[in-house]
């Protein structure tokens, strides 16, 4: 079984130094979104997708967030073109696990019709009713179909550390658990990926900026404001950090990362080998 760390998307909000707490006020930021690929013996495992073909060629109407984020518009960027340049083709991915269905982790499910996506209840009822004016900007059911193969899971099952969690695959070789970190989104999850050294947990949008979950926690003003605003529950949303902040303290074998800080991100690449693609 072999991990590969990806950069699905990159985005260029305004200010860096607002944003990103480094560089100029006028220069642009930098923001990934670090989705991992999994190459287990019965397939290839997805998780998140990043933006995928549909948005990144302009298939889909752009809305207002596409402009505002500074969306780089690449498909050679999509995941379901890394993979291709690897070897492999859209339907040998037959699993993908969000960590929610934000555009930005679900842009790339149009990409693999045959793949089952992994999900908890809560969220796909959030992205289906899409109640109020961040719903309907943070969700777009316009990436997937009424055919994509929802596949449903609870939210407790498990213990895994101090966090509640359920095997999302189970009888395959990868051990890969969604584990609820509510509040960015209704139903928002981490996903546990077991690796030869331990753990590594993708918390999503649990938290934008890797000092978030230092000792001495740091976020720049920009991040920090727009996760806020977009917070379906600010205070689970807060909550969940703490209790990262507790697991990573208290397990330094569990690697913790989040979807767009580029730091982790690189971090990861450069320890994987070969490096995956120039993204
Ligand atoms: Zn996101």
């Known amino acids: 079984m072999r991990i590969r760390h990806l950069n699905c998307a990159s985005m260029c909000p305004p200010s860096r130094r607002f944003v990103q707490g480094e560089g100029g006020w006028l220069e642009r930021g930098h923001i990934v979104c670090h989705c991992l690929l999994i190459e287990g013996r019965g397939g290839l495992i997805l998780i998140d997708t990043g933006l995928g073909s549909a948005l990144m060629e302009r298939r889909v109407p752009l809305h207002a967030d596409v402009k505002m984020l500074g969306v780089q518009l690449d498909p050679a960027c999509t995941a379901k073109a890394q993979i291709e340049a690897l070897g492999y083709q859209a339907a040998d991915v037959r699993d993908i696990v969000v960590t929610h269905l934000d555009f930005d982790h679900a842009g790339g499910l149009g990409d693999f019709p045959q793949a089952r996506i992994h999900v908890y209840g809560v969220e796909l009822d959030a ?4 109640r109020g004016f961040v719903e309907r900007s943070r969700y777009w059911p316009e990436l997937w179909s009424a055919d994509t193969r929802w596949l ?16 999302a695959l189970p009888g395959e070789d990868a051990e890969v658990l969604l584990v609820p970190l509510a509040g960015h989104t209704r139903g928002h999850a981490g996903v546990a990926v077991k690796n030869r050294d331990g753990w590594l947990l993708h918390c999503g949008d649990a938290y934008f900026f890797h000092t978030e ?11 920090s404001l727009f996760q806020r605003l977009l917070a379906a529950d600010n205070r689970r949303r807060l909550h969940n950090q703490v209790r990262l ?3 990573k303290r208290e397990h330094g074998d569990v690697e913790l990362f989040c979807a767009h800080c580029p730091h982790e ?3 990861h690449q450069m320890r994987q080998q070969p ?5």
């Open 213 to 223: 979950i230092a000792v001495d926690p740091y976020c720049p003003a920009g991040l």
């Open 127 to 130: 992205a289906r009713a899409r």
């Open 275 to 279: 490096a995956a693609g120039g993204h």
């Open 152 to 167: 449903v899971h609870p939210e407790a099952g498990q213990r895994w550390f101090d966090f509640d969690a359920v095997r």
């Open 265 to 267: 991100l690189r971090a």
């Open 245 to 247: 902040q507790q697991l």
